[in-house]
């Protein structure tokens, strides 16, 4: 049995492929799985473009933590490699980075492809555009090599970004998307699943492990997607009012604020998910801002959908381990230890 577990990114199997996160100056204090992680540095030290064990087939890849609001790692696309930093996202489908032809701001200031330094890369008059909560990209469709590691994905389809917005003060130059090939807005085939056809991997399972009581909302249920490309946990807002009102949180701009000395003493929040409880912490959901006030990330759904559904993005996930099992339609959750 093959299949890509992304954790901190991960991928097992007999022929395994490990791409665990790296941590850089993050604005809070170290999660659980950072003991996890160090004992394993320990062990072996590691080049940060990859490492590989003699024997083992296991190649570590290393993403960074970006001030705990997204992960990201390292990609290689064409002919000889070029190396970008991606979000590897589950709540979206098109891979893409920014073109060379491209001029705009958002462009100019991170990697882009230099589609004619590479042998292998091919060109298609198909034109596709993406919206994303925090930005949005123009683009055509090209072919070329792209490599995860060891993952190989040959005239995998993927985007070239004409203009972006919305992006200017990010740190990462595109977004690999996992989710399932009916909502590529490029109609392009994703790389996961282009893998799985071409036997890389042999079963529609990956994995993110992401390391750092009393019913307020959804007493009748209601629907939850797991994100990476999402940083917060949102909901419709008089829920989300309602958890902001229990901890004591008051808005201030575009943010709920809370007292950092009362940290301890806020109760977890909890998510009961098919009967079982999955409990967030208040050290977990409070982040202090570059002033040092402290705020929480629950958030308003900015467009509401027609059922009481919630987004559970990256501050979730770095609590749990999480199993997308898209051949059977379903998800997995452990807690990270």
């Not at 920014?98 to 230099?114: E, K, M, Q």
């Amino acid at each position: 049995m093959k299949w890509l577990v992304l954790l901190w990114l991960v991928a097992f199997s007999e022929c395994i492929v490990k791409i665990p996160l790296r941590r850089v100056k993050t604005m809070r204090k170290t999660l659980s799985g950072k003991h996890m992680l160090n004992n394993f540095l320990k062990e072996h030290a590691y080049r940060l473009s990859q490492i590989s064990f003699r024997g083992s087939n296991l190649t570590i890849h290393p993403l960074r933590n970006i001030k705990d609001v997204v992960y990201m790692g390292s990609i290689t696309i064409g002919t000889p490699p070029q190396e970008f930093q991606v979000i590897f996202d589950t709540g979206s489908s098109d891979l893409w980075v920014p073109s060379d032809i491209c001029a705009i701001t958002p462009c100019s200031t991170h990697n882009r492809f230099r589609h004619l330094q590479s042998s292998t890369f091919r060109i298609t008059n198909k034109t596709f555009s993406v919206a994303y909560e925090s930005g949005s990209m123009k683009g055509v469709v090209a072919h070329d090599t792209v490599r995860i590691g060891d993952l190989v994905s040959t005239d995998q389809p993927f985007g070239l970004s004409m203009a972006e917005y919305g992006f200017e003060d990010v740190t990462f130059d595109g977004i690999l998307g996992l989710n399932y090939p009916n909502v590529s807005f490029s109609g392009a085939i994703p790389i996961f699943d282009k893998l799985k056809n071409e036997g890389a991997i042999s079963e529609l399972v990956f994995a993110f492990y992401l390391s750092t009581r009393e019913v307020i909302a959804c007493s009748g249920g209601c629907e939850a997607v797991v994100d990476t490309g999402v940083s917060m946990i949102k909901g419709p807002g008089i829920l989300v009012d309602n958890i902001q009102e229990l901890i004591g949180a008051r808005p201030r701009g575009s943010k709920h604020y809370v007292s950092c000395s009362a940290v301890n003493t806020l109760p977890p929040i909890i998510f009961t998910i098919n009967g079982v409880n999955y409990q967030v912490p208040a050290q977990a959901y409070i982040l202090k801002d570059s002033r040092g006030y402290c705020y929480t990330i629950f958030e308003e759904i900015t467009v509401s959908p027609s059922t009481e559904t919630w987004i559970l993005g990256n501050i979730f996930l770095r609590l749990y381990f999480s199993v997308f099992d898209r051949a059977n339609d379903r998800i997995g959750l452990a807690r990270a230890v």
